[in-house]
């Protein structure tokens, strides 16, 4: 019970849905409430088939591609690394995407679903968390469950974003956006470590 708590908190982390509040907001500030809530719905049923698709396909990419597990443990804790130092010491991820938008007609697809909610670093941590050498295939579905449930906890997130930052505001969004970074640069640490070790042991 505790991994999959521990997992539930990474998915969450990792995705960052606090995050999507300002991309989300000025995507469809331009729409009445109705289309900002299919805009939403919509958004989030996409993610979540993206990341299904690399939770189903990811691992047979690598497989093909003869990448060993140490491998890909220690590359995809580099690039999960990277994208939390840009959480942690950067611009902040709503203000990267909120300079993306060129095209309010479209904003469903992007920036909403992708990057602001399956972002890349959401799509390589869906893959390492459902490692076919590492995990069964129980425990690939809960993590699948596990994913299915944040991405509903965002679309409610989105659907009450305009009063979710008046509650909290700008400021907030961004210090929890930090904070969630934080916890997936230690993960991505992690990864690493357990990556040069098994190497290392063989």
């Known amino acids: ?22 991309v989300y907001l000025e995507a469809t500030k331009e729409f009445d409430f109705i289309h900002k809530r299919k805009i939403a ?10 990341l299904l698709f690399f939770i189903l396909i990811g691992q047979i990419i690598l497989d093909g591609m003869s990448v060993s597990l140490d491998a890909f443990q220690i590359s995809g804790g580099v ?3 990277l994208f939390a130092l840009t959480m942690i010491f950067g611009d902040g991820k709503p203000e990267q995407e909120k300079n993306k938008i060129t095209d309010y007609k479209h904003v469903t697809i992007f920036p909403i ?17 459902t490692d076919n050498h590492i995990y069964t295939l129980q425990q ?8 299915l449930i944040i991405i ?51």
Do not use: E, W
């Open 152 to 202: 509903g906890i965002t679309c409610l997130i989105l659907l009450g974003a305009n009063h979710l930052q008046k509650k909290i505001g700008n400021y907030g969004i961004t210090v929890i956006s930090k904070i969630m970074g934080l916890i997936l640069a230690s993960y991505a640490v992690q990864n690493i470590l357990s990556g040069i070790s098994s190497y290392f042991i063989k």
């Open 41 to 50: 719905i919509r958004a989030s049923i996409i993610a979540f088939f993206i």
């Open 1 to 22: 019970m505790t991994q999959y708590i521990t997992t539930l908190f990474f998915i969450f982390a990792v995705i960052d849905p606090i995050g999507s509040i300002p």
């Open 140 to 147: 690939q579905a809960t993590t699948t469950l596990l994913v």
């Open 113 to 129: 679903a992708i990057p602001s909610i399956a972002s890349p670093g959401a799509i390589m941590a869906v893959v390492l968390l």
């Open 79 to 81: 690039i999960l690394f």
